[in-house]
């Protein structure tokens, strides 16, 4: 199974250089670890782009991300929030690409922060469910993709 995790890059890079910032590394390489013990495939342009270091220009990034989308089996999103300067462009044009290729898209919703009518009504488009976090980038919201994945594992299953 391949799950394309779709996230802010740009907004959780240092300012001073295009690299994630050292706090979102553990997160991410939890997650990724966790992935491969499932033995899930995973598409993240953040570890793809080794954090920021080996960054790809727009025509390569845009291809490569579209057909990640394409291939994989769902979408995790998480949108974006004042951590990451706001809903992240990129990860607006991968709703667009799921929602038009009929992808399932689980969309992680921070409590409290303010999301648009569109990005809140993809569930008529494409199958989109919504999981509600308190927090992002923490260990609840790990467990929530990995609770997320564990599930679409016996789904595929036919469990």
């Given amino acids: 199974m391949k799950v394309f995790i779709s ?3 740009t907004g959780l890079c240092d300012e001073k250089k295009y690299e994630i910032k050292e706090e979102y590394k553990d997160f991410f390489n939890n997650l990724t670890k966790k ?3 499932m033995g899930c495939d ?3 342009a953040i570890k793809r782009e080794n954090w920021g270091i080996d960054h790809k220009g727009p025509e390569e990034c845009t291809k490569s991300d579209f057909e990640g989308v394409k291939t994989s089996d769902f979408l995790v999103v998480i949108p974006g929030n004042d951590v990451s300067k706001g809903i992240s462009g990129g990860v607006q044009g991968e709703l ?3 929602s038009a290729l009929d992808k399932k898209m689980h969309i992680l919703i921070e409590e409290n922060f303010q999301y648009s009518p569109v990005l809140m009504g993809l569930n008529v488009l ?3 469910q919504y999981h509600r976090c308190s927090k992002f980038w923490d260990r609840e919201m790990l467990d ?3 609770r997320i994945v564990k599930e679409e594992l016996l789904v595929r299953e036919g469990i």
Wanted: hydrophobic content about 45%; glycine content about 6%; some cysteine.
């Fill in 42 to 44: 995973y598409y993240l």
């Fill in 7 to 9: 996230c802010p890059f």
């Fill in 96 to 98: 667009g690409w799921a």
């Fill in 144 to 146: 929530t993709i990995i």
């Fill in 35 to 37: 992935l491969e013990e």
């Fill in 126 to 128: 494409a199958p989109t």
